[in-house]
């Protein structure tokens, strides 16, 4: 009840602020995917990882609260080196408004197994080593509410730097799609993905347009009834013949289903 009660004031004290970006994304059409405005997902990261001198882009995230990332488990690997790049817009060119901050401490669910992606729970908080600076260009995307389920249809937009399709290049600037959300009676049907969709996961997308290699632990981008940007998933997996198959949505992990944890984690550390 305590944790419940202190969760609620920390939530309490950028809720005002939480997903309201500055500069409002585009999302006037159905697209293939484009290029975002600059800066309209101020709380979209790059996670970067250290090879021999250099750093590269490996997977997405969600800046959740002041000093906390939300990514996916399958991200981090044990002994690799990572730093996190908020403010990050287009990869060829220093835009001035990146922030590069170290990570302190890396929390991946206790339950996330890499040789049993199915099973769920890919998840892990970033705790970084000091807080960014909030502007236009980085903002907080706000956490829903525990249990909470989107209806069929429900549009959302997924944001990274992935593959623009299947061994595709990796753009330079950040990309948005439309992903309408399949409800899990849906998406565990037979001939969708089946038993290897948990009720923990969220679907969306399913035909054109998925997420793709280098999009793993970005948000699924949802809208609530009071305006506000919320990180309803965490992009886990695709089809592993190729990113764009007709019955087989982009898979996030359900962010509502782990508030629970979410809330213990950022209490704990």
């Known amino acids: 009840m305590l944790k419940t009660l202190v969760l609620m004031l920390l939530q309490a004290a950028y809720v005002f602020s939480c997903g309201t970006p500055a500069v409002q994304p585009n999302t006037g059409r159905v ?23 250099r750093y590269h882009h490996t997977c997405g995230g969600t800046l959740v609260g002041p000093r906390w990332v939300l990514t996916a488990g399958h ?19 220093q835009e001035g408004t990146e922030q590069i901050i170290d990570i302190l401490r890396i929390v991946v669910h206790p ?10 729970n890919d998840l892990a908080l970033l705790k970084l080593d000091k807080s960014p600076i909030m502007n236009d260009s980085v903002g907080i995307a706000c956490l829903p509410q525990a249990g909470e389920i989107l209806a069929h249809g429900a549009p959302c937009y997924i944001t990274g730097w992935g593959n623009l399709y299947t061994h595709g290049p990796m753009p330079d600037k950040l990309q948005q799609a439309l992903l309408p959300v399949v409800e899990h009676s849906v998406c565990s049907r037979s001939d969708w993905w089946g038993i290897n969709v948990k009720s923990t996961m969220i679907c969306a997308g399913g035909d054109i347009v998925s997420g793709c290699n280098g999009d793993s632990g970005g948000p699924l981008n949802c809208v609530g009834q009071d305006g506000r ?8 997996f ?13 898979v996030f992990t359900r962010t509502s289903a782990f508030t629970e944890w979410l809330s213990e984690v950022m209490l704990k550390y």
Do not use: F
């Open 75 to 93: 991200c981090i690997w044990p002994g690799d080196v990572y730093r996190v790049v908020l403010g990050e817009h287009d990869m060829s060119q």
């Open 31 to 53: 697209v293939n995917g484009e290029d975002a405005h600059p800066h309209s997902w101020p709380w979209q990261i790059s996670l970067q990882v250290k090879h021999g001198s």
């Open 238 to 250: 695709v089809s592993s013949r190729v990113c764009n198959e007709v019955k087989k949505p982009t």
């Open 229 to 236: 940007w919320y990180v309803q998933g965490v992009t886990s």
């Open 111 to 120: 339950n996330w197994d890499i040789n049993h992606v199915s099973d769920g």
